[in-house]
């Protein structure tokens, strides 16, 4: 066997240059393997005739099988190298692959687990909203902590593109998108219910404060209303339309926005709060309808 049919034989079973990037040796390696068991007959046929010829032979010749003898075994050995480092190197690959795919279904899974904890409906009672803070908070470190734990996942995944196909590394990074896109809904969704748990809880300070705007102003009415005894009738009349009713008119819809807020505290809040509650909205309408009382004797 010459030199120059030895590299041809090398490269007829493995080739030149790096082995390729693919994960699975399903065609390329495959066919590798076959090829190299293929020869091997005939590479112990050769080396057992050579071994017979040599000796045999005379001394010269004996030299010259012996030296192409050696190298024939080296370059079996280093194609038998050569492929065995890439087909070690491809089933590291491909266990990659299936430990990205576990991690991304368990990402998958623990998403789900968290969207299943923002799912559970809001407590109506102030004071259970007010408990409900602390898991929402622990819910929030939960997917930060998540989050974090993407960036390994990127980091798996541009490694494992240098040796994949084109369309697997599509496959493996719509998988990755698709996660952060619903992790990012789903913080969205953390931080809308976080807002409503202040807003509600917020409520009764809202209430209290329309309250005594509420208040102030029948307070401030009575007192125009009252004032109007130094004028003539047609005056007071004019007075009253002019001042008056503009006013009663725009604090109606702040009574009416109290009411609503009152009656949503009433749901949300303990016996004693509900009580107060409709305690205060009862002499809102009483005042209310003082003020009309006094504006009809007038």
């Excluded at 299943?116 to 409900?132: F, G």
Aim: hydrophobic share 35%.
């Amino acid at each position: 066997m010459t030199m120059t049919s030895r590299r041809s034989w090398s490269h007829s079973i493995f080739g030149t240059g790096p082995p390729p990037a693919a994960p699975r040796r399903s065609g390329h390696q495959r066919d590798k393997e076959r090829r190299l068991g293929r020869l091997q007959p005939g590479y112990v046929t050769t080396v057992r005739h050579c071994q017979d010829v040599s000796s045999v032979a005379e001394p010269e010749s004996k030299l010259l099988l012996q030296r192409d003898l050696t190298l024939l075994q080296e370059l079996w050995r280093s194609v038998v190298q050569q492929l065995q480092e890439a087909l070690t190197h491809f089933s590291g690959i491909t266990q990659k692959r299936h430990t990205f795919e576990k991690i991304i279904e368990d990402k998958r899974k623990t998403l789900r687990d968290l969207k299943a904890r923002v799912d559970d409906p809001l407590p109506t009672l102030h004071e259970e909203l007010q408990i409900a803070k602390g898991p929402l908070k622990e819910l929030e470190e939960a997917l930060d902590e998540w989050g974090d734990s993407l960036k390994d996942l990127d980091d798996m995944k541009s490694e494992l593109s240098q040796y994949i196909i084109a369309e697997d590394g599509i496959v493996l990074n719509n998988q990755v998108e698709a996660l952060h896109q619903q992790w990012e809904e789903l913080c969205l969704r953390v931080s809308m219910r976080k807002q409503e748990i202040e807003d509600r809880l917020n409520a009764w300070n809202v209430f209290n404060e329309k309250n005594k705007e509420l208040c102030d102003w029948l307070t401030q009415m009575e007192s125009k209303v009252l004032q109007t005894g130094d004028v003539n009738i047609e005056e007071m009349i004019e007075k009253l339309q002019k001042d008056c009713m503009e006013e009663i008119n725009l604090f109606s819809e702040n009574k009416l926005h109290l009411k609503q807020i009152g009656e949503q505290l009433i749901n949300a809040s303990n016996q004693a709060r509900s009580k107060e509650i409709e305690n205060k909205l009862n002499k809102v309408n009483d005042r209310w309808k003082h003020l009309f009382d006094v504006i009809g004797s007038r």
